[in-house]
């Protein structure tokens, strides 16, 4: 059965995700955040080794096969480092403009 609580939403949109989820889920410095109908779902962002596999399943669906594989593969997976980097960054930001410390939207934890 799905574990579930409560938790609050500060002013500026922001949550403090329980300690125990956050540790049973082994997340660190990013998430998923996903829509899904009138849903948010939060899941650890997987470490930027995993995309190989679904970078490689998109380019054989895609067609492409060979050393073009190989080219477009490489490509690709440059690309990824940025863009994990600008989401940190976008993160880091938001949180250095967070004046609170957590304590009032875990307080009824």
Do not use: N, W
């Not at 080219?71 to 989401?87: C, D, G, N, W, Y």
Request: proline share 4%; net charge negative; aromatic share 6%.
């Amino acid at each position: 059965m799905a574990e579930a609580k409560h938790i609050r939403v500060s002013d500026k949109r922001q949550i403090t995700i329980p300690k125990r989820f956050y540790e049973q889920l082994g997340m660190e410095e990013t998430l998923i955040c996903e829509l899904r109908r009138d849903e948010i779902v939060l899941r650890p962002a997987p470490k930027a080794d995993d995309f190989s596999e679904d970078i490689l399943r998109d380019l054989v669906e895609e067609g492409y096969g060979g050393e073009q594989l190989l080219t477009e593969f490489h490509k690709r997976k440059a690309q990824i480092r940025p863009a994990v980097e600008s989401l940190i960054s976008e993160a880091d930001e938001a949180a250095q403009s967070y004046t609170g410390t957590g304590d009032e939207e875990t307080e009824s934890l």
